[in-house]
């Protein structure tokens, strides 16, 4: 069953910031994402951070949480891999 994808402010000003070329393979593996979160190679669950989940997409990490009973991911950041996983 696909989930329901939401995007936070965060992700959406950093989404429109990225790269043409890049943002449409990005939206090609969220929506991937979407239709099949739990069998994702690129996926790793993440242990310490604020988020839960991050998703390789070339240099780029998608940050996210997954709600399994509701069906619904939501896209908390998207950001260059040398930047994401610093602490705040």
Do not use: Q, W
Not at 57 to 78: A, M, N, P, T
């Amino acid at each position: 069953m696909k989930y329901t994808l939401t995007f936070t402010a965060t992700a959406l000003k950093s989404l429109k910031a990225i790269d043409t070329r890049y943002k449409k393979r990005m939206m090609g593996k969220i929506e991937l994402l979407a239709e099949n979160p739990l069998e994702m190679s690129n996926v790793k669950k993440l242990v310490d951070y604020d988020v839960s989940y991050s998703m390789r997409v070339g240099d780029y990490r998608v940050l996210f949480e997954r709600d399994d009973s509701i069906k619904i991911i939501d896209i908390i950041d998207i950001r260059h891999r040398r930047e994401s996983y610093r602490r705040s």
